[in-house]
């Protein structure tokens, strides 16, 4: 299943995911207000929500094949900004299913409950990961999806995240993450890829999704180390 062709040392355990299906073609578009209620958060708290445009909607259905599609799965995402990568995981997501989405800003927050009333939206910072769910009745998840601004926390809170990630998952379940270019070539992007071999046996590159704004791919990370949590 994975085409193993790295082409630097930082490439080395990376591999790569099989391409989208064609049947993703199209895009799942945008709701009424997600435009507006995105550019509102990015120019009043750019610092957090960390992007030019929402995520296309390629990669955002990239980033949902680590949800469990042909069983109910409890599935989490992390910076649901305004939705674009939580209609990709709901397209795939089975009867039966939980999706919590993890938003810290409190506009963004209300915008998904009042577009997307199936999603289970929980108002919160990542780094509380372990509270919030338990919060709702959730212990452990099958699939954490993320499109987090990694490079604009300092490695301490980059750490905090993680490791309330790896202390939720499942031993079979998967982490994705989006690694955008160029930031993936910042100094923030590299401890980020450091922090993750050290909390996971295996991560997988996906080639690069070019018709996105900025271009990115997805990291999917499996089987977390045991690490002993504060
Ligand atoms: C780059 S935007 C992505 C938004 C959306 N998921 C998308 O793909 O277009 C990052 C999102 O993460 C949220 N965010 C930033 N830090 C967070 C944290 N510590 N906990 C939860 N959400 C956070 C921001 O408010 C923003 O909505």
């Given at each position: 299943?994975?085409?193993?062709?790295?082409?630097?040392p930082a490439?080395?355990?990376l591999?790569s995911?099989p391409?989208?299906?064609?049947t993703?073609?199209?895009?799942p578009?945008?709701?009424p207000?997600?435009v507006?209620?995105f550019?509102s958060?990015a120019v009043?708290?750019p610092?957090?929500?960390?992007?030019?445009?929402?995520?296309?909607a390629?990669?955002?259905?990239?980033l949902a094949?680590?949800v469990?599609?042909?069983r109910s799965?409890?599935?989490?995402?992390?910076?649901?900004?305004?939705?674009?990568?939580?209609?990709a995981?709901?397209?795939?997501?089975?009867?039966?299913?939980r999706?919590l989405?993890i938003?810290?800003?409190?506009?963004?927050a209300?915008?998904?409950?009042?577009?997307?009333?199936?999603?289970?939206?929980?108002?919160?910072d990542?780094?509380?990961?372990r509270?919030l769910?338990r919060?709702?009745?959730?212990?452990?998840?099958?699939a954490v999806?993320?499109?987090?601004?990694?490079?604009?926390?300092?490695?301490?809170?980059?750490e905090?995240?993680l490791?309330?990630?790896c202390?939720?998952?499942r031993?079979?379940?998967?982490f994705?993450?989006?690694?955008?270019?160029?930031?993936?070539?910042?100094?923030?992007a590299?401890?980020?890829?450091?922090?993750?071999?050290?909390?996971?046996?295996e991560?997988v590159?996906?080639?690069?999704?070019?018709?996105?704004?900025?271009?990115a791919?997805?990291l999917?990370c499996?089987r977390?180390?045991?690490?002993?949590?504060?």
């Open positions: 299943m994975m085409s193993a062709r790295p082409s630097s490439a080395r355990h591999t995911v391409p989208v299906p064609s993703d073609e199209e895009s578009g945008h709701r207000g997600d507006r209620a550019v958060a009043q708290r610092s957090t929500i960390g992007a030019m445009a929402p995520t296309g390629r990669l955002a259905r990239l094949t680590v469990p599609g042909a799965a409890v599935v989490v995402e992390l910076g649901a900004g305004t939705g674009p990568v939580s209609d995981v709901q397209a795939r997501l089975r009867p039966g299913s999706h989405a938003e810290i800003d409190r506009d963004l209300d915008h998904l409950r009042a577009t997307r009333p199936r999603l289970d939206v929980v108002h919160g990542a780094a509380d990961l509270r769910l919060s709702v009745g959730v212990g452990e998840v099958d999806v993320s499109a987090l601004p990694w490079t604009l926390f300092d490695g301490a809170r980059q905090e995240i490791d309330q990630i202390a939720v998952l031993p079979d379940a998967a994705a993450t989006i690694s955008a270019h160029p930031s993936s070539f910042f100094p923030a590299k401890e980020f890829r450091r922090r993750l071999h050290e909390r996971f046996d991560i590159a996906s080639r690069t999704v070019w018709r996105n704004v900025p271009p791919r997805v999917v499996r977390p180390k045991l690490r002993a949590l504060p």
